[in-house]
């Protein structure tokens, strides 16, 4: 294993130079300084990062008593936390990713390489129960388009609890990290996973809420991204020159899987300004969020009857 400092380490003699809980938190904070790494899988400092890398690596809840910080290390969990270090910082792979743990909406679920870490500014809309702009009433059936991971359409499926909830991909591998995440929130019942290519194998289905976060990072965004996100699936993440080609497909196709009365919601990142570029006539809600987070726009069934015609121009013109 190469030296994160450069030449060799020797996990077993750097084990031994390692004892405590303290310790581990001290060195990993300062190698991840040192490392200069990119935070933005859940949390936002060095420190933060040691804290959930290693107490996870020992099975340990974050609220720990400061007491046990100076508890010494079995030496398999000193190589543990060594080898979850290394990872971080050399092959920077992001946190959840070694832990196979995210958290969404108060949410936790599991996840791995084959789906994008969940940090969704959806996750807030979902905490507040959609309000105001859904009425829980008239919600029978939820789309949740581009599922990944199935966090924000199990996140939904709690929101409404009399409703059934389709969790929709085109990676089959998504899908056996969304059908994981669905046994393991206890939704058989309600919740399903469909293989699919957008809208393709779900042809006769209404719903009174469809919620995507699709691809959306275009070509500039794409190739200036940190290592971090560059370790999450391709498929997940470029849309096209200005992030939009799925997006355009969406806006084309929703009216016909959604419900009158019913609402479209789309996440479409820094994407924003080239969609409202691209159809300067549609009145997009875009939805704020006191958590931080933006590019989140909204339209009702009505919307989109209204602007089909220049959604399909734009998407015929794009191609």
Request: proline share 4%.
């Amino acid at each position: 294993m190469s030296d994160i400092f450069g030449g060799d380490v020797n996990v077993d003699a750097l084990a031994q130079d390692l004892h405590t809980i303290r310790d581990y938190l001290r060195w990993a904070t300062s190698r991840f300084l040192e490392a200069e790494l990119f935070y933005g899988h859940g949390t936002d400092s060095a420190w933060d990062e040691a804290v959930h890398l290693v107490l996870q690596a020992l099975y340990l809840p974050l609220d720990i008593d400061n007491r046990i910080l100076d508890a010494r290390l079995t030496h398999l969990e000193r190589q543990k936390v060594i080898k979850w270090v290394y990872r971080r910082v050399v092959d920077r792979v992001p946190l959840p990713y070694l832990t196979k743990t995210a958290w969404f909406a108060g949410m936790k679920f599991y996840v791995d390489q084959r789906v994008i870490v969940p940090r969704s500014p959806i996750g807030e809309l979902i905490r507040n129960e959609f309000e105001p702009w859904v009425n829980h009433h008239n919600v029978e059936r939820v789309l949740d388009l581009c599922t990944g991971s199935g966090c924000i359409g199990i996140a939904a499926a709690h929101v409404f609890p009399d409703a059934e909830v389709v969790l929709s991909d085109i990676s089959e591998d998504a899908l056996e990290v969304a059908k994981r995440n669905i046994k393991q929130h206890d939704m058989e019942q309600r919740v399903t996973a469909v293989q699919s290519d957008l809208f393709a194998n779900l042809a006769g289905q209404k719903f009174d809420l469809i919620i995507s976060n699709p691809p959306y990072v275009d070509m500039n965004d794409l190739a200036s991204m940190p290592q971090e996100y560059l370790k999450e699936p391709a498929l997940a993440l470029g849309s096209g020159d200005d992030g939009l080609d799925i997006t355009r497909k969406i806006l084309v196709d929703a009216l016909d899987y959604l419900n009158e009365g019913g609402v479209l919601i789309v996440e479409v990142g820094n994407s924003q300004y080239a969609l409202q570029e691209a159809f300067q006539s549609v009145p997009f809600t875009w939805l704020n969020f006191e958590d931080g987070g933006d590019g989140v726009f909204l339209l009702t069934y009505d919307e989109l009857k209204t602007y089909r015609s220049i959604f399909t121009e734009g998407y015929q013109d794009a191609r």
